[in-house]
Protein backbone atom coordinates (compact mmCIF):
# COMPACT_ATOMS: atom_id res chain seq x y z
CA UNK A 1 0.00 0.00 0.00
CA UNK A 2 1.71 2.91 -0.69
CA UNK A 3 -0.41 5.51 1.01
CA UNK A 4 1.66 8.45 2.23
CA UNK A 5 0.90 11.11 5.54
CA UNK A 6 2.79 14.81 4.54
CA UNK A 7 4.39 16.73 7.45
CA UNK A 8 3.33 20.36 6.99
CA UNK A 9 3.78 23.20 9.33
CA UNK A 10 4.94 26.80 9.61
CA UNK A 11 8.87 28.22 9.47
CA UNK A 12 10.43 27.21 13.43
CA UNK A 13 7.55 24.56 15.02
CA UNK A 14 9.80 21.88 14.87
CA UNK A 15 8.59 20.14 11.71
CA UNK A 16 12.10 19.47 9.84
CA UNK A 17 13.48 18.27 13.52
CA UNK A 18 10.76 15.97 13.53
CA UNK A 19 11.19 14.88 9.90
CA UNK A 20 14.73 14.05 10.69
CA UNK A 21 13.45 11.63 13.52
CA UNK A 22 11.89 9.97 11.17
CA UNK A 23 14.58 9.62 8.77
CA UNK A 24 16.67 8.58 11.37
CA UNK A 25 14.83 5.96 12.56
CA UNK A 26 14.16 4.89 8.90
CA UNK A 27 13.35 1.66 7.65
CA UNK A 28 15.76 -0.51 5.68
CA UNK A 29 15.30 -0.11 2.58
CA UNK A 30 16.39 -3.32 0.93
CA UNK A 31 13.57 -4.80 2.50
CA UNK A 32 10.87 -2.59 0.42
CA UNK A 33 10.23 -1.92 -2.95
CA UNK A 34 11.93 1.15 -3.70
CA UNK A 35 14.88 1.97 -5.83
CA UNK A 36 15.68 5.54 -4.61
CA UNK A 37 14.12 7.66 -2.06
CA UNK A 38 13.47 10.79 -2.65
CA UNK A 39 15.14 12.98 -0.16
CA UNK A 40 12.01 14.56 1.15
CA UNK A 41 10.65 11.18 1.77
CA UNK A 42 11.08 9.29 5.23
CA UNK A 43 9.89 5.44 5.79
CA UNK A 44 9.55 4.20 8.87
CA UNK A 45 8.47 0.69 10.17
CA UNK A 46 4.92 0.40 11.87
CA UNK A 47 5.75 -0.51 15.41
CA UNK A 48 3.59 -3.75 16.07
CA UNK A 49 4.31 -5.89 18.83
CA UNK A 50 2.30 -8.95 17.56
CA UNK A 51 5.04 -9.78 15.09
CA UNK A 52 7.63 -9.92 17.48
CA UNK A 53 5.20 -12.51 19.54
CA UNK A 54 4.48 -14.76 16.18
CA UNK A 55 8.44 -14.45 14.81
CA UNK A 56 9.24 -16.46 19.06
CA UNK A 57 6.10 -18.77 17.78
CA UNK A 58 7.49 -19.39 14.24
CA UNK A 59 11.17 -19.26 14.52
CA UNK A 60 11.40 -17.56 11.14
CA UNK A 61 15.09 -17.44 8.98
CA UNK A 62 13.63 -13.31 9.00
CA UNK A 63 11.31 -10.80 9.92
CA UNK A 64 9.28 -8.32 7.86
CA UNK A 65 7.66 -5.53 9.27
CA UNK A 66 5.30 -3.15 7.09
CA UNK A 67 6.75 -0.17 6.52
CA UNK A 68 4.66 3.88 6.50
CA UNK A 69 5.60 6.72 4.33
CA UNK A 70 5.73 10.24 5.63
CA UNK A 71 6.78 13.31 2.73
CA UNK A 72 8.49 16.11 4.10
CA UNK A 73 5.95 19.44 2.55
CA UNK A 74 7.39 22.20 1.38
CA UNK A 75 7.35 25.34 3.47
CA UNK A 76 4.36 27.36 3.48
CA UNK A 77 4.12 31.58 4.47
CA UNK A 78 0.72 33.71 3.88
CA UNK A 79 -0.34 34.01 0.27
CA UNK A 80 0.87 30.29 -0.78
CA UNK A 81 -2.39 30.58 -2.22
CA UNK A 82 -1.17 32.83 -4.58
CA UNK A 83 2.47 31.77 -5.23
CA UNK A 84 4.06 33.51 -2.55
CA UNK A 85 7.30 31.90 -1.21
CA UNK A 86 7.43 28.22 -1.98
CA UNK A 87 3.47 28.29 -2.19
CA UNK A 88 3.40 26.72 -5.77
CA UNK A 89 5.91 23.80 -4.54
CA UNK A 90 3.83 23.68 -1.22
CA UNK A 91 0.04 22.99 -3.14
CA UNK A 92 1.72 20.46 -5.08
CA UNK A 93 3.35 18.48 -3.03
CA UNK A 94 -0.12 18.37 -0.46
CA UNK A 95 -2.14 17.16 -3.75
CA UNK A 96 0.27 13.90 -3.46
CA UNK A 97 -0.26 12.96 -0.03
CA UNK A 98 -2.94 11.34 1.15
CA UNK A 99 -3.59 12.84 4.74
CA UNK A 100 -1.79 15.98 6.69
CA UNK A 101 0.30 15.95 9.90
CA UNK A 102 0.17 19.25 11.14
CA UNK A 103 2.89 19.90 13.07
CA UNK A 104 2.05 22.85 15.53
CA UNK A 105 4.48 25.12 17.86
CA UNK A 106 3.24 24.67 21.77
CA UNK A 107 6.37 25.35 23.27
CA UNK A 108 8.14 28.61 24.29
CA UNK A 109 11.94 29.16 23.21
CA UNK A 110 13.16 32.52 23.23
CA UNK A 111 16.20 31.19 21.09
CA UNK A 112 13.94 30.34 18.44
CA UNK A 113 11.78 32.65 16.73
CA UNK A 114 8.26 33.00 15.64
CA UNK A 115 7.22 33.35 12.19
CA UNK A 116 4.45 35.97 13.16
CA UNK A 117 6.67 36.90 16.69
CA UNK A 118 4.54 34.94 19.02
CA UNK A 119 3.43 31.43 19.84
CA UNK A 120 -0.53 30.84 18.82
CA UNK A 121 -0.82 28.02 17.79
CA UNK A 122 -4.04 28.51 17.04
CA UNK A 123 -3.15 31.45 14.57
CA UNK A 124 -0.73 29.06 12.58
CA UNK A 125 -3.53 26.49 11.91
CA UNK A 126 -5.98 28.72 10.83
CA UNK A 127 -3.02 30.73 8.74
CA UNK A 128 -2.33 27.05 6.94
CA UNK A 129 -5.54 26.21 6.88
CA UNK A 130 -6.60 29.86 5.25
CA UNK A 131 -4.19 29.01 2.31
CA UNK A 132 -5.58 25.71 1.87
CA UNK A 133 -9.16 26.88 1.94
CA UNK A 134 -8.24 29.57 -1.03
CA UNK A 135 -6.72 27.45 -3.07
CA UNK A 136 -9.66 24.65 -2.95
CA UNK A 137 -12.13 28.30 -3.55
CA UNK A 138 -10.28 28.86 -6.66
CA UNK A 139 -11.06 24.82 -8.12
CA UNK A 140 -14.58 25.11 -7.31
CA UNK A 141 -14.69 28.52 -8.75
CA UNK A 142 -13.36 27.80 -11.79
CA UNK A 143 -15.60 24.85 -12.16
CA UNK A 144 -19.11 26.40 -10.94
CA UNK A 145 -20.05 28.81 -13.84
CA UNK A 146 -19.55 25.98 -16.53
CA UNK A 147 -21.29 23.66 -13.98
CA UNK A 148 -24.00 26.28 -12.99
CA UNK A 149 -25.13 26.52 -16.93
CA UNK A 150 -25.75 22.87 -17.44
CA UNK A 151 -27.91 22.53 -14.42
CA UNK A 152 -30.22 25.31 -15.88
CA UNK A 153 -30.67 22.77 -18.67
CA UNK A 154 -32.25 20.31 -15.98
CA UNK A 155 -28.75 18.01 -16.82
CA UNK A 156 -29.40 14.89 -14.09
CA UNK A 157 -25.27 14.85 -13.36
CA UNK A 158 -24.70 18.32 -13.60
CA UNK A 159 -27.74 18.73 -11.18
CA UNK A 160 -25.63 16.73 -8.30
CA UNK A 161 -22.52 18.30 -9.54
CA UNK A 162 -24.07 21.66 -9.41
CA UNK A 163 -25.44 20.81 -5.07
CA UNK A 164 -21.94 19.60 -4.16
CA UNK A 165 -20.42 22.79 -5.46
CA UNK A 166 -22.87 25.35 -3.74
CA UNK A 167 -22.30 23.60 -0.43
CA UNK A 168 -18.43 23.54 -0.69
CA UNK A 169 -18.61 27.40 -2.15
CA UNK A 170 -20.39 27.91 0.99
CA UNK A 171 -17.96 26.43 3.16
CA UNK A 172 -15.27 27.97 1.84
CA UNK A 173 -16.28 31.59 1.98
CA UNK A 174 -16.60 30.60 5.37
CA UNK A 175 -13.33 29.39 5.97
CA UNK A 176 -14.56 25.90 6.43
CA UNK A 177 -12.53 22.99 5.14
CA UNK A 178 -14.09 20.57 2.82
CA UNK A 179 -13.77 17.88 5.68
CA UNK A 180 -16.29 19.26 7.65
CA UNK A 181 -19.06 18.76 4.92
CA UNK A 182 -21.45 15.50 5.28
CA UNK A 183 -21.71 14.18 1.95
CA UNK A 184 -23.73 11.67 0.69
CA UNK A 185 -21.81 8.87 -0.97
CA UNK A 186 -23.02 10.05 -4.29
CA UNK A 187 -21.53 13.76 -3.25
CA UNK A 188 -18.60 12.08 -2.32
CA UNK A 189 -17.75 10.65 -5.56
CA UNK A 190 -18.69 14.17 -7.43
CA UNK A 191 -16.25 15.47 -4.27
CA UNK A 192 -13.49 13.15 -5.14
CA UNK A 193 -12.91 14.11 -8.83
CA UNK A 194 -11.83 17.80 -7.77
CA UNK A 195 -8.22 16.51 -5.93
CA UNK A 196 -9.36 19.00 -3.02
CA UNK A 197 -6.49 19.78 -0.35
CA UNK A 198 -9.03 20.53 2.00
CA UNK A 199 -10.91 16.70 2.14
CA UNK A 200 -7.28 15.35 3.23
CA UNK A 201 -7.50 13.86 7.01
CA UNK A 202 -5.67 15.72 9.32
CA UNK A 203 -3.51 14.92 12.66
CA UNK A 204 -1.98 17.98 14.69
CA UNK A 205 0.96 17.13 15.89
CA UNK A 206 1.64 19.56 19.34
CA UNK A 207 5.44 20.02 19.77
CA UNK A 208 5.86 20.71 23.53
CA UNK A 209 9.04 21.43 25.35
CA UNK A 210 11.57 18.85 26.88
CA UNK A 211 10.17 19.94 30.77
CA UNK A 212 6.30 18.97 29.43
CA UNK A 213 6.98 16.11 27.72
CA UNK A 214 5.78 13.98 30.88
CA UNK A 215 2.97 16.32 31.95
CA UNK A 216 1.83 18.24 28.68
CA UNK A 217 -1.35 18.31 30.14
CA UNK A 218 -0.21 21.87 31.69
CA UNK A 219 0.53 23.02 28.70
CA UNK A 220 -2.55 25.79 27.52
CA UNK A 221 -1.26 25.86 23.97
CA UNK A 222 -1.41 21.98 23.71
CA UNK A 223 -5.16 22.47 25.31
CA UNK A 224 -6.40 25.12 23.27
CA UNK A 225 -4.93 22.93 20.18
CA UNK A 226 -7.39 20.23 21.21
CA UNK A 227 -9.82 22.16 21.63
CA UNK A 228 -9.45 23.54 18.27
CA UNK A 229 -9.02 19.83 16.26
CA UNK A 230 -12.14 18.46 18.50
CA UNK A 231 -14.48 21.02 16.95
CA UNK A 232 -13.05 20.15 14.02
CA UNK A 233 -13.26 16.35 14.28
CA UNK A 234 -9.42 16.04 14.17
CA UNK A 235 -7.24 13.87 16.46
CA UNK A 236 -4.32 15.46 18.31
CA UNK A 237 -0.81 13.70 19.43
CA UNK A 238 1.91 15.23 21.71
CA UNK A 239 5.31 15.22 20.93
CA UNK A 240 8.78 16.97 21.78
CA UNK A 241 10.38 16.88 18.78
CA UNK A 242 14.08 17.43 20.17
CA UNK A 243 13.47 14.38 21.84
CA UNK A 244 12.07 12.53 19.49
CA UNK A 245 15.72 13.06 17.65
CA UNK A 246 17.60 11.57 20.34
CA UNK A 247 15.02 8.79 20.51
CA UNK A 248 15.99 8.06 16.82
CA UNK A 249 19.75 7.44 17.47
CA UNK A 250 18.46 4.68 20.22
CA UNK A 251 17.63 0.60 19.91
CA UNK A 252 16.36 -2.08 21.63
CA UNK A 253 17.15 -1.86 25.45
CA UNK A 254 19.02 2.02 25.32
CA UNK A 255 15.56 3.10 23.37
CA UNK A 256 13.19 1.35 26.44
CA UNK A 257 15.80 2.81 29.36
CA UNK A 258 15.52 6.33 27.82
CA UNK A 259 11.90 6.12 27.64
CA UNK A 260 11.64 4.75 31.00
CA UNK A 261 13.81 7.84 32.36
CA UNK A 262 11.53 10.06 30.47
CA UNK A 263 8.40 8.29 31.89
CA UNK A 264 6.59 8.01 29.02
CA UNK A 265 5.56 4.64 27.45
CA UNK A 266 5.59 5.21 24.20
CA UNK A 267 8.11 7.67 21.65
CA UNK A 268 5.89 10.09 19.55
CA UNK A 269 7.43 8.93 16.35
CA UNK A 270 5.96 5.15 17.21
CA UNK A 271 2.65 7.52 18.46
CA UNK A 272 2.42 9.50 15.05
CA UNK A 273 3.11 5.95 13.05
CA UNK A 274 -0.20 4.31 14.44
CA UNK A 275 -1.97 7.42 14.35
CA UNK A 276 -1.18 8.42 10.86
CA UNK A 277 -1.96 4.83 9.82
CA UNK A 278 -5.40 4.75 11.57
CA UNK A 279 -6.26 8.22 10.25
CA UNK A 280 -5.66 7.10 6.27
CA UNK A 281 -8.20 3.71 7.49
CA UNK A 282 -5.14 1.14 7.38
CA UNK A 283 -5.12 -2.19 9.02
CA UNK A 284 -2.34 -5.09 9.05
CA UNK A 285 -2.48 -8.86 8.28
CA UNK A 286 0.20 -11.30 8.76
CA UNK A 287 1.42 -14.34 6.55
CA UNK A 288 3.91 -16.26 9.14
CA UNK A 289 5.80 -19.64 7.64
CA UNK A 290 9.46 -21.22 8.00
CA UNK A 291 10.99 -18.75 4.98
CA UNK A 292 9.28 -15.45 6.66
CA UNK A 293 7.13 -13.75 9.32
CA UNK A 294 5.88 -10.58 7.48
CA UNK A 295 3.55 -7.83 8.19
CA UNK A 296 1.41 -6.66 5.25
CA UNK A 297 -0.75 -3.02 5.62
CA UNK A 298 -4.09 -3.20 3.44
CA UNK A 299 -7.40 -0.57 3.36
CA UNK A 300 -9.65 -2.01 5.93
CA UNK A 301 -12.80 -3.34 4.01
CA UNK A 302 -10.85 -5.37 2.00
CA UNK A 303 -11.96 -8.46 0.65
CA UNK A 304 -9.11 -11.41 0.38
CA UNK A 305 -8.50 -11.58 -3.12
CA UNK A 306 -7.80 -7.69 -3.08
CA UNK A 307 -5.54 -8.45 0.58
CA UNK A 308 -3.78 -11.44 -1.39
CA UNK A 309 -2.67 -8.79 -4.58
CA UNK A 310 -0.94 -6.83 -1.92
CA UNK A 311 1.61 -9.33 -2.17
CA UNK A 312 1.63 -10.10 -5.66
CA UNK A 313 -1.02 -9.39 -8.07
CA UNK A 314 -1.03 -13.44 -9.42
CA UNK A 315 -2.62 -14.02 -5.99
CA UNK A 316 -5.00 -12.01 -6.91
CA UNK A 317 -5.50 -12.92 -10.41
CA UNK A 318 -5.68 -16.11 -9.09
CA UNK A 319 -7.32 -16.79 -5.83
CA UNK A 320 -8.39 -20.00 -4.59
CA UNK A 321 -9.31 -19.39 -0.96
CA UNK A 322 -7.15 -17.75 1.86
CA UNK A 323 -6.17 -20.09 5.48
CA UNK A 324 -7.16 -17.64 7.88
CA UNK A 325 -6.63 -17.44 11.86
CA UNK A 326 -7.02 -14.48 13.62
CA UNK A 327 -3.80 -13.71 15.39
CA UNK A 328 -5.37 -14.02 19.12
CA UNK A 329 -6.37 -17.41 17.97
CA UNK A 330 -2.86 -18.43 17.10
CA UNK A 331 -1.40 -16.75 20.00
CA UNK A 332 -3.89 -19.08 22.49
CA UNK A 333 -3.32 -21.80 20.42
CA UNK A 334 0.52 -21.59 20.46
CA UNK A 335 1.09 -23.18 17.03
CA UNK A 336 -1.07 -23.46 14.11
CA UNK A 337 -1.22 -27.01 14.21
CA UNK A 338 -3.03 -26.95 17.30
CA UNK A 339 -5.43 -23.90 16.30
CA UNK A 340 -6.12 -26.32 13.28
CA UNK A 341 -6.98 -29.30 15.81
CA UNK A 342 -9.09 -26.31 17.57
CA UNK A 343 -11.09 -25.78 14.41
CA UNK A 344 -9.93 -22.25 14.50
CA UNK A 345 -8.05 -21.92 10.90
CA UNK A 346 -11.01 -21.14 8.77
CA UNK A 347 -11.11 -21.44 4.65
CA UNK A 348 -12.53 -18.32 3.53
CA UNK A 349 -13.57 -17.49 0.02
CA UNK A 350 -13.56 -14.39 -2.27
CA UNK A 351 -16.03 -12.53 -0.23
CA UNK A 352 -14.17 -12.58 3.09
CA UNK A 353 -13.41 -9.04 4.44
CA UNK A 354 -10.38 -9.44 6.18
CA UNK A 355 -9.37 -8.24 9.73
CA UNK A 356 -7.02 -6.68 11.36
CA UNK A 357 -4.74 -9.50 12.81
CA UNK A 358 -5.22 -12.02 10.77
CA UNK A 359 -2.84 -14.66 9.78
CA UNK A 360 -3.01 -15.92 6.55
CA UNK A 361 -2.30 -18.43 4.14
CA UNK A 362 -3.59 -17.51 0.36
CA UNK A 363 -4.19 -20.78 -1.93
CA UNK A 364 -3.92 -19.46 -5.54
CA UNK A 365 -3.45 -20.63 -9.10
CA UNK A 366 -2.34 -18.75 -11.88
Known amino acids: MSLTAGIVGLPNVGKSTLFNAITQAGAEAANYPFATIDPNVGIVEVPDNRLQKLTEMVNPKKTIPTAFEFTDIAGIVKGASKGEGLGNQFLSHIRQVDAICHVVRCFSDDNITHVSGQVNPIEDIETINLELILADLETVTKRFGRVEKMAKQKDKEALVEYDVLSKLKAAFEEDKPARAIDFSEEEMKVVQQYHLLTIKPVLYVANVGEEEIQ ?12 EYAENEGSNVITVCAKIESEIAELEGEEKEMFLEELGI ?77 RGKVRSEGKDYVVQDGDVILFRFNV
Open 265 to 341: EESGLDQLIKASYDMLGLATFFTAGEKEVRAWTFKKGMKAPQAAGVIHSDFERGFIRAETVSYEDLVDAGSMTVAKE
Open 215 to 226: NPEGNENLQAVK
